[in-house]
């Protein structure tokens, strides 16, 4: 790889954000990124906002970042519904995905649905979440995963992502769910296919030993793993093998200058 990569993929949470505040140098990071003609798109597993209110909460913080830049799971659900040619699924998350899935003409629907699609659904999982879910798997329905995190670091700790649920999931229904965000190696191709760079050119910037960095060997992108968010020391012996070790996304412009 050349010194200098040909565009940056960054995860968010953990990378530029810490649950509602902006990581040291973060905001200059992205800022010089901008400045010095460094094509880059944001990557993340979050399955709990839309593409239009993530951009909005970073904009809100200060990072100059349209929502068109931004890339989700629920951008690559919609793909793979639609691919499919239905027209709807039963989503199971919170916050505002829904309108991502709406917005590329997929109706929501708790019965008879082709796909049942799992995001970090939060407070929202219960026993009747879980049941309806599972009734539909084994129906026939196919299981989506937005993600299938383990878990993340908000503000009080770490919490459990849609990984666990999607795993009881596939354990009752006896069915494999299919990835739409990292590590899925087709959700990198949508944000490299938009950038219009080869998969060798770029970097990826992340927290997670198995989606940012375990991805990123899989898509053919190089893996740098910052040691911010939820980063451990364990990770680096026991799950990735990142091609560059970061102590936060502030040492950046130094690397690339
Ligand atoms: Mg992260």
Redesign the pocket.
């Known amino acids: 790889m050349s010194p200098r990569p040909a565009a940056v993929l960054l995860?968010?949470?953990?990378?530029l954000t810490i649950g509602d505040l902006p990581l040291p140098g973060a905001l200059e990071t992205v800022r010089w990124l901008r400045g010095a003609g460094v094509p880059f798109r944001c990557v993340?597993?979050s399955t709990r906002r839309s593409r239009g209110s993530i951009a909005a909460r970073l904009q809100a913080l200060g990072f100059p970042i349209p929502a068109a830049q931004v890339f989700t799971p629920a951008a690559a659900a919609v793909r793979r519904i639609r691919g499919e040619r239905a027209d709807s699924c039963h989503l199971v998350a919170t916050g505002d995905v829904h309108l991502d899935l709406e917005a590329g003409g997929c109706r929501l629907v708790d019965q008879d649905a082709p796909f049942v699609v799992v995001g970090d659904a939060g407070e929202a999982w219960s026993y009747g979440a879980m049941n309806r879910a599972f009734r539909l798997l084994v129906g026939g329905a196919r299981l989506l995963a937005l993600e299938r995190d383990r878990y993340?670091r908000n503000q009080d700790g770490l919490s459990l992502g849609a990984g666990p649920f999607v795993a009881g999931l596939e354990y009752a229904a006896g069915v494999e769910a299919e990835v739409m965000g990292k590590p899925s190696p087709a959700f990198f191709r949508l944000a490299l296919d938009d950038l219009g760079v080869p998969a060798g050119s770029a970097v990826m910037i992340?927290?997670?030993p198995v989606?940012?960095i375990g991805g990123a060997e899989g898509a053919g992108c190089a893996g740098w793993l910052v040691r911010t968010?939820?980063f451990r020391d364990g990770d680096l012996a026991a799950l990735a093998h990142p091609d560059r070790v970061l102590d936060s996304i502030a040492d950046l412009p130094a690397l690339l200058g």
Do not use: E, H, L
């Open positions: 995860d968010i949470d953990g990378v993340t597993n993340w992340g927290d997670d989606s940012d968010g939820k």
